[in-house]
């Protein structure tokens, strides 16, 4: 089925755009790719293949790349010769490591889809990533990512979930696009001080998160008392027998959203008239 898809495809030559080879237990990548420099779309997730044919260097129209769900071991070095690649996805392979020169050539990549490997570190490189707008990390091994990924000046979406993380860089502050940040499930115990950034969502739930520093009311009537603990307290279990959705936050989340300069509805007040 598959030699007879890609046949199909190589008749149409150089006005074949779009070549879809999901799921087809494929082994090696088709050399014969090379005879499709018009290639626009190249989909081969779901396969059985372990690492890319120096051929797919050839195309250099192509703009979306899908090998998630394969055996590649790297981010293969010949991604450096696509230029026009909008869209990596290498998802649920057994990446490690990126290639040398990697990033070299992909000025006008905007996603970066790498979750479900084994990677334990980003190199340096990444930030010739200019164009980039979404680097999403998931699931995978990261314990620190470098200072060099925070001067990606178009990075608007950030996903670090479920990975091994114990801080984040200072410099994090320079992501001036930056809206969506998720952190959930590392090991983060201080936040860097970030309020500059214009946040639309923030997860960090899963996290030894703790302020770095103490808030204190100005006015006692500001300070939940036991009662009003105990009122919400109640209130969750009660509405726990209707399924409802409990009052209380999460504190991890709070925490987070409070070192962000987020107003919950606890602690806009504190927010508002204490020292931080």
């Given at each position: 089925?598959?030699?007879?898809?890609?046949?199909?495809?190589?008749?149409?030559?150089?006005?074949?755009?779009?070549?879809?080879?999901?799921?087809?237990?494929?082994?090696?990548?088709?050399?014969?790719?090379?005879?499709?420099?018009?290639?626009?779309?190249?989909?081969?997730?779901?396969?059985?293949?372990?690492?890319?044919?120096?051929?797919?260097?050839?195309?250099?129209?192509?703009?979306?790349?899908?090998l998630g769900n394969n055996l590649l071991e790297e981010v293969p070095e010949e991604m450096k010769y696509l230029t026009s690649l909008k869209k990596l996805h290498l998802f649920g392979n057994r990446i490690h490591r990126f290639a040398s020169g990697a990033c070299d050539g992909l000025k006008n990549l905007i996603l970066l889809n790498l979750n479900n490997n084994l990677l334990t570190w980003i190199p340096e490189e990444v930030s010739r990533l200019k164009s980039l707008t979404c680097l999403s990390i998931n699931h995978n091994q990261l314990a620190s990512i470098p200072r060099q990924l925070c001067f990606l000046e178009n990075l608007s979406e950030l996903q670090l979930n479920y990975n091994q993380l114990i801080c984040i860089p200072e410099e994090i502050k320079f992501l001036k696009m930056l809206q969506k940040l998720l952190l959930v499930r590392n090991n983060i115990d201080v936040l860097p001080e970030f309020q500059d950034l214009k946040l639309r969502e923030f997860y960090c739930e899963g996290n030894p998160l703790f302020l770095k520093q103490p808030v204190s009311a100005v006015k006692q009537e500001e300070?939940?008392?036991?009662?009003e603990l105990l009122a919400h307290g109640l209130s969750n279990v009660i509405s726990s027998f209707f399924f409802c959705i409990p009052s209380a936050a999460a504190m991890g989340r709070t925490a987070g959203l409070y070192s962000t300069g987020a107003k919950t509805q606890n602690l806009s007040k504190l927010n508002d008239q204490s020292e931080v």
């Open positions: 089925m598959a030699e007879r898809l890609l046949v199909r495809a190589l008749r149409g030559g150089k006005s074949t755009k779009i070549v879809t080879l999901n799921g087809k237990k494929i082994t090696k990548m088709p050399s014969t790719l090379e005879k499709l420099p018009g290639l626009k779309t190249l989909d081969l997730q779901n396969n059985l293949i372990p690492k890319v044919c120096p051929e797919i260097s050839t195309l250099t129209q192509l703009t979306a790349l899908n300070v939940w008392n036991l009662q």
